[in-house]
């Protein structure tokens, strides 16, 4: 059974950084790619951040990019998520998610699997 955990959520202030961490089992992790979704309050589900199984490749929507740093750590079935600069309109439960292949097709909202998600909260 496809188990993603996800940590690390909290709250914090506009300006500062969080991590996030995505623990993995009951799967290969390296044989797919991994990401990262997120859903603010009363808006619908948007795609973060994606990397692929070998993690040499990642990609970021443009509302993180420059900000957010996806990786992962195939040794301990680990998925992270470091955002930095955060703002207010990062505030959203974050997601972890798995996708079908090892690498990226055309749809990042296209995954099979989802975490139960974390809170994360940008507020002075």
């Known amino acids: 059974e496809v188990q993603l955990v996800e940590s690390g959520g909290g709250l914090v202030q506009p300006g500062g950084s969080l991590g996030l961490s995505c623990a993995a089992s009951?799967?290969?992790?390296?044989?797919?790619?991994m990401g990262w979704v997120r859903q603010a309050p009363g808006k619908g589900l948007e795609w973060v951040s994606r990397?692929?199984?070998?993690?040499?490749?990642?990609e970021d929507a443009s509302s993180v990019s420059g900000r957010f740093t996806i990786s992962r750590d195939n040794a301990k079935n680990t998925l992270y998520l470091q955002m930095n600069y955060l703002k207010p309109e990062d505030t959203a439960v974050y997601y972890c998610?798995?996708?079908?292949?090892?690498?990226?097709?055309?749809?990042?909202?296209?995954?099979?699997?989802r975490g139960q998600g974390t809170q994360v909260t940008v507020s002075s």
């Open positions: 009951g799967f290969t992790f390296d044989n797919y790619a």
């Open positions: 998610v798995k996708y079908k292949i090892f690498m990226m097709d055309d749809d990042p909202l296209r995954y099979t699997n």
């Open positions: 990397i692929t199984g070998g993690g040499l490749l990642t």
